[in-house]
């Protein structure tokens, strides 16, 4: 699987959007970007997931660059419920077992 | 949507008894559940995939002799870890696509394992 690369640690204000980055150069052509977040001590939650197109659901909004090496995930208005490791992976699908990062750990703030 | 169970929740045992641990998938069928475990401020990490009606796939340096799978129905799957030992205690999480044609996978709430 293709590795990817995220910030450790981000910060937001509450209400505010968060744009979380990540790097994935390696990633083939039939590989999707999938994000998921972990609260503490809970499982992984599915979020969104992406091909080429940008993608947005009730939770969130999926950035891909042209050239797939990168993508950006925006929570739009942020919540203190948002606080969470969140994950961006690579993976060919459901059916592949996902290779978790260290992912970025976003803390939003009142 | 798609929801996972596992039970215990949480569970604490004496080193060198076994713990076993069931994933099951509430509304739909898994022929494939992966087993991951993850240790305090680190990441998931893959142990091994579990196919229904076959033996289960292990990661590199996962003991498949102390960590039995056994995935005999659709909707469940067990992890059973024998002769626990302290460094087993950790985080244990499941997870199962819903159907063939979906994208995402949907993931149990964890077992806590302290091995004590």
């Known amino acids: 699987d293709a590795k990817t690369t995220q910030p450790t640690s981000m910060d937001c204000a509450e209400g505010r959007a968060a744009n979380l980055p990540c790097n994935h150069s390696?990633?083939?052509?039939?590989?999707?970007v999938y994000w998921y977040r972990q609260i503490h001590s809970q499982g992984p939650q599915y979020i969104i997931h992406?091909?080429?197109n940008n993608e947005t659901n009730e939770m969130a909004s999926l950035i891909i660059t042209e050239d797939r090496k990168s993508s950006t995930l925006i929570l739009p208005h942020a919540t203190l419920r948002d606080t969470a490791v969140y994950y961006c992976?690579?993976?060919?699908?459901?059916?592949?077992?996902?290779?978790f990062g260290k992912g970025t750990s976003l803390l939003v703030t009142p | 949507g798609a929801v996972v169970s596992q039970h215990p929740s949480w569970v604490i045992c004496k080193s060198g008894t076994s713990v076993k641990i069931e994933c099951r998938s509430l509304?739909?069928?898994?022929?494939?559940m992966f087993w991951y475990r993850q240790f305090p401020k680190q990441s998931l990490m893959l142990m091994a995939t579990?196919?229904?009606?076959?033996?289960?796939?292990?990661e590199q340096g996962v003991e498949k002799d102390k960590f039995l799978i056994n995935h005999a129905s659709l909707t469940l799957s067990t992890l059973t870890v024998t002769s626990a030992h302290p460094e087993d205690s950790s985080f244990y999480i499941c997870?199962?696509?819903?159907?063939?044609?979906?994208?995402?996978?949907?993931f149990g709430p964890g077992t806590r394992l302290t091995v004590t």
């Open positions: 997870s199962a696509p819903p159907r063939a044609s979906s994208y995402e996978q949907y």
């Open positions: 390696t990633i083939s052509g039939n590989e999707y």
């Open positions: 992406g091909l080429k």
């Open positions: 992976i690579v993976s060919l699908g459901s059916g592949y077992a996902l290779n």
């Open positions: 509304d739909f069928q898994a022929t494939t």
């Open positions: 579990s196919n229904e009606g076959s033996k289960a796939t292990y």
